[in-house]
């Protein structure tokens, strides 16, 4: 216990330098005392990148995610969702909007469905997270902004979405309700060759009911990070969730979704 309490001590002396100090000469201990910090620290929020090790034997860098925002009908396959979120046709450039820290659902947890709307939607988008700050990003360096890749659920109160647009409110809560922002796991930008299609699908019950590439996107990753960033600041931490295919529909419960980027499974989540 007293390792432990010493390795908190300098993990509060150093967060301000984006570093997690852990010291001792207990091997198994240490390894203990990251694993229970990184836990820890996700559940508030915050992700550890162990990518980055330091000589001076403090481990990776810590952020928080800031903001999550999505873009809507990004691929041309899905021109329902184009119609009905929209009301319109196709954007010639990204729908944008935003939900907060509070919509993250993570670690395969069950989704519940809310009491305000009978029909939930899935839909499910390719997700990027942001690893430096940046602003008016241009296009031919937006890439470099890219830490990681991984599979999300943008789940929708689609009843509640429409009562509002027909009385021409804004439907932010049909979109940023609480655990509505399901995120799987996120993978380091280098293990994906970004000049081919990355393959993604959602599965409920068993059975693919979304599938589709980056082939398909009406605007790619740079265009949706340089646009993104004319009007929001993008920091360290950032999670742009990038557009869904075809094949959205609602969930009941009962319904098991399972998501897979490439060929790995990148989440579960049980409806309940």
């Not at 942001?130 to 943008?154: C, M, Q, T, W, Y």
Request: proline share 5%; aromatic share 12%.
């Amino acid at each position: 216990m007293k390792v432990k309490a010493e390795v908190f001590l300098s993990l509060k002396k150093n967060i301000a330098f984006n570093k997690i100090l852990v010291t001792g000469s207990d091997e198994p201990l240490i390894s203990y005392v990251k694993n229970f910090i990184m836990e820890n620290f996700k559940k508030r929020g915050f992700f550890v990148d162990v990518s980055n090790n330091y000589n001076d034997g403090s481990m990776g860098n810590l952020f928080s995610e800031n903001k999550t925002l999505f873009v809507l009908s990004d691929f041309p396959t899905n021109k329902e969702i184009a119609t009905e979120e929209l009301g319109n046709k196709i954007p010639s450039r990204p729908v944008i909007f935003m939900k907060p820290r509070t919509a993250l659902l993570q670690d395969n947890k069950p989704f519940y469905l809310p009491n305000f709307d009978s029909s939930i939607h899935y839909e499910c988008e390719l997700v990027l997270r942001i690893g430096k700050n940046g602003k008016s990003i241009p296009e031919r360096v937006a890439r470099s902004f890219i830490h990681s890749i991984g599979l999300g659920i943008d789940f929708t109160a689609r009843d509640l979405q429409g009562r509002l647009k027909e009385k021409g409110h804004p439907w932010e809560i049909a979109k940023a309700f609480d655990k509505s922002a399901l995120l799987g796991d996120l993978k380091p930008v280098d293990l994906f060759d970004l000049t081919k299609p990355i393959h993604f699908s959602l599965h409920k019950n068993g059975e693919v009911v979304q599938q589709g590439d980056t082939s398909f996107m009406l605007f790619d990753f740079s265009r949706i990070i340089s646009e993104v960033s004319k009007y929001f600041t993008l920091q360290q931490g950032d999670l742009i969730y990038t557009g869904t295919p075809a094949g959205v529909g609602p969930i009941e419960i009962g319904d098991k979704l399972q998501g897979f980027l490439a060929e790995s499974s990148n989440f579960t989540c049980e409806i309940l």
